[in-house]
Each structure stands twice: as C-alpha cells, then as structure tokens.
C-alpha cells in the first residue's frame, strides 16, 4: 500500500513537468515563426527597395545585397555575395573612390557623398552614397552598410529648374535693356552676350531688314573668326537668312557640311568650320524686322525648352528693334518738324523784312545778337530756341498796320500812332492761337515796353517785363540805330552807344545794358 502510495504521488509531477516542457515547446516555436515573419518583412523590405543596399565586411567582400544593387548590375546575389567589391567594380573604381570611403567607414565615421557611377544595366547615374559604421556588442566595427539612391532625375529636374530661372532671368535682364535704353547696338549686344553664355554656342548673327531695299544687313553678332559675315548683305530670298526672313518660320540644320543646299555658302562654312544652323525670323506686329542666326561648330539636338528659350530671345529682339525703329522715326519726324517751323518762321521773318527794303536783314540781326545776350545772362539752350522764334516774329503784328501807316514818310498823327502801337497786340492776338509758338510770344508782344513802365501796350515795369523782350529791346534799338533810315542817316558806333547808355533805367534794364557794354 505504501509503494502504492508512492507511485500516486509521483504521476501528478511528471504530468505537470511534460505540460510545462509542452508549453516552452510551442512558446519556442511560436517565437521561431514570430523571428521567420520578421525576417521575411525585413527582406521584404529591403528587397523592394529602390535604394541599392548592401553589406561590406572588414576585407571588403560583399556579405549581403538586396535585389535593386543585382538589378544595377545585371547579376544575381549569389554572384556578388561573397566576392570582393574590387571584381564587382574594378581595380580602378574600387581604389578610386569607394576604399577611402569605405576605410572612414570602418574607422567609425558615417560617410556621405555625390558621385557618379557606370552600371552594367542602368549605364552612368548619380548616386547619393552614405557609409554607415556597424558594430557588434563590444562597440567594434565590424561591417559597413551601403545605401545609394539613384538621384540622376532628380539633379536633372534641378538642373532644368536651374535652367529655367537662369532663362527667365536673363529674358528680364534682356527686357530691362529693352526698357532702359533705346540704342539699339546696345540692346542686341546685351541680347547676344546672353544668347551666347545660356545657350552655350559658338558663333550668332542678327540681320536688319531695310523695308525699302527688302535687303538684309548684318547689324551685331559673336563668336566669328573672320570679318567676313560683317560685310553680308542679301536680298529676301537669298542665302539661309534671306529664306528665313521671306518664308517667315525657323530654318534649322543639324549639319551644314552634308546638305547640299545653294543657300549655303560652303566657303563661309568652311572658313568657320560650322556645322549646326538655326536661324530664326524676327518679326514684330506682323512684320518682319530681320533675323537671328545660331552656329555651332559641333553638331546640337536642341530640345524643346532650347528653342522656346531661342524665340523667346528673338521675340524680344523683334520688339527692340521696332522700339528702337520707331524711337528713331519718332526723332527724324521731329526734327523735320521742327526744322519745318523755324524754316516757315524765317520765311515770314524775309517777307516782313521785304515789305520795308529799308530794314532787311534787320531781323536775322536783332536775332543774333539778342541770342548771344541771352547765352551771357545764362539762358539755357531750351529758352534760347523760343528766344530765337520770338526775334525773327518780332515785328509780325504790323501786318495788321495800313501801309499808308506804316510807310508814311512823314510824322505821324496822334491817331496813327495810336493805330501803330496795336501792333504787339496783333503779334499777340496773331501768335498765341499757335501752340509751339506760344513761349515765343514775349518779344513780338512785349518789345516795346520800357524799364520805367512807360512803354507799350501794357506798360509793364522793371522785371514785370519778361527777360528775353528786356534784352531784344536793347538789340533792337542798336541795330536801328547803326542802320540808315529815310529820315536819318546811320549813327556811329559811340554815338550809338552813348545813346543807349543815356537811356539805361528808362527805357532798358540796368543789367541788360552791363551785359551789352561788356560784349
């Protein structure tokens, strides 16, 4: 009963053992399975990635690769798995650049850096590169883990953003030139020097187009060995620019030498040792102002945003010079104009001296010496131009006084006088409807009134009376005076001027009279 006993107390432990030895099994187990899903998510992972990873040991042999790194290589893991990364790279990339940088590694530096590298299946990229030091429990490093990332589309973007702004920048430094200034060689070599330095080509032209003669003419260009291209001249029609400006649309040829094209002129060609054309017409509000042509001396296959960015530079330098055209018409009209006006004011100024033989000459005299007056008591040149107008019309209001007035021999009455001494009030009532002689009035209107304010018609006094009338008065009497009347023969020059003296702060300016006795 007692072995019994024994024997039952036993089976209830070495149950209760197997069950506990049961439940580690299935624990162990569980957290095998757990570690096998793990790692299968890591390599998921790392396998799906498109960053090149992998796993350099000490001596520099490959200790694991994902799948991206096999793929940039054209090779399997097995075949780059326990190699050296020498035979995968070659002596020569391996010492170059990736031993340094794998030595920093192992010496416990992260690393990092752009480089460029040639892969079997994805050909030259850039990668982003970055070493990082692994180590085990005692803080040794023992391995070095690569990730490269592919970043060749992403410098390219930046590359043609950065493009793009230095374009964008130079079209408003090219607008700035447009706005600033309107000589023209100024604007196309601000043009030009940008097309040169953003295109990156060897050689450009622009043809101004003479709408009379239809004939273009070189007006600016770069780049050329010779002088020759400064001395082109072709009518529409002729040579590649002469094409390009009468068809209207851009003429490109990726290879002057292989066309066989009698617009080109293969000793200019040759002389140059061209090879690419692009030539571009330049047209502004319909029509066309000339042509812009790009040479290069290797072959270019220009992309899209190049020839954007081209008619774009050539749009602008279409509107520089219509600007600059028109800017230039604006000025030869003008002056034209202007030469026009005083043209038809002298010939007033010879028909009034006419009507009195006794006075001619009288008013291109006066006009002279009232100019130099004027330039000595510091008038500008502006002022001086209406000073001049005003002189030569002078005595324009006696057109309205009766000959039988103006040319009596003898006194005149009380009431003829007061007739004669309406005539500034007719140079006035004559002039002042005539906008570009309206600063000229002054001297018609006002050359007869006196420093005391006893003159007329108005009876102004003292510095009431406009300068330019102050100073012709004085003119106007000297040159009176040394001249012969019917009435009287000419004065000397002493007695003239003792006259005028004698008449200084009565009827002339003090100032006026220093500046006449002084000249």
Request: glycine share 6%.
């Amino acid at each position: 009963m007692k072995l019994m006993d024994k024997t039952k107390k036993k089976r209830p432990g070495g149950l209760k053992l197997r069950l506990e030895q049961a439940s580690k099994l299935k624990q162990i187990k569980a957290g095998h399975k757990a570690i096998d899903e793990m790692w299968k998510r890591y390599e998921f992972i790392v396998n799906t990635s498109k960053d090149f990873l992998s796993l350099i040991d000490a001596d520099y042999n490959y200790i694991a690769v994902n799948n991206a790194y096999c793929k940039a290589h054209n090779k399997k893991q097995k075949e780059i798995v326990d190699r050296s990364v020498s035979s995968i790279w070659g002596e020569k990339v391996f010492n170059g650049i990736i031993r340094r940088h794998l030595d920093k590694c192992f010496a416990g530096d992260e690393v990092n850096y752009h480089s460029e590298f040639e892969f079997a299946a994805i050909g030259v990229r850039i990668m982003d590169v970055t070493y990082y030091p692994y180590r085990n429990n005692k803080g040794t490093v023992t391995h070095a883990v690569v990730v490269s990332r592919d970043i060749t589309e992403r410098r390219r973007a930046e590359e043609q953003i950065r493009q793009q702004l230095q374009r964008l920048t130079t079209l408003r430094q090219v607008d700035m030139a447009i706005l600033s200034s309107l000589d023209l060689k100024v604007i196309l070599n601000v043009l030009l020097n940008h097309l040169m330095e953003h295109l990156n080509i060897d050689a450009a032209a622009i043809m101004l187009l003479n709408p009379h003669t239809l004939t273009l003419k070189y007006a600016e260009g770069r780049g050329f060995h010779s002088h020759a291209i400064r001395h082109a001249r072709m009518r529409l029609g002729e040579g590649l620019a002469g094409r390009v400006a009468l068809e209207r649309c851009p003429i490109c040829i990726p290879s002057l030498q292989e066309k066989r094209d009698i617009s080109i002129n293969p000793s200019f060609v040759k002389e140059e040792d061209l090879t690419f054309y692009y030539g571009l017409p330049l047209i502004a509000k319909g029509q066309v102002k000339g042509t812009l042509e790009i040479f290069n001396r290797t072959r270019i296959n220009p992309e899209a945003e190049w020839l954007d960015f081209t008619e774009a530079l050539a749009g602008q330098a279409a509107i520089a010079i219509d600007n600059a055209t028109m800017f230039n018409d604006l000025q030869r009209s003008n002056i034209e104009l202007s030469l026009a006006y005083d043209t038809t004011i002298e010939g007033w100024s010879r028909a009034l001296d006419l009507r009195d033989k006794e006075t001619e000459g009288h008013s291109q005299r006066v006009t002279e010496l009232t100019l130099f007056m004027g330039r000595s008591m510091g008038m500008s040149e502006s002022e001086l131009v209406h000073v001049r107008r005003g002189a030569l019309l002078h005595d324009i209001g006696k057109m309205g006084i009766p000959d039988s007035i103006l040319f009596k021999p003898g006194a005149l009455s009380n009431e003829e006088w007061d007739i004669m001494k309406r005539h500034p009030v007719y140079a006035y009532e004559m002039l002042s409807p005539i906008n570009f002689l309206k600063p000229a009035i002054d001297i018609p209107y006002c050359h007869h009134e006196k420093w005391d304010g006893s003159g007329y018609p108005r009876g102004l006094k003292g510095e009431n009376i406009p300068l330019a009338a102050r100073i012709f008065a004085v003119s106007d009497v000297w040159d009176a005076l040394c001249s012969n009347r019917a009435y009287r023969p000419a004065f000397s020059e002493e007695k003239a001027l003792e006259y005028i003296r004698s008449l200084e702060g009565i009827q002339f300016d003090p100032e006026v009279i220093k500046v006449f006795l002084s000249m």
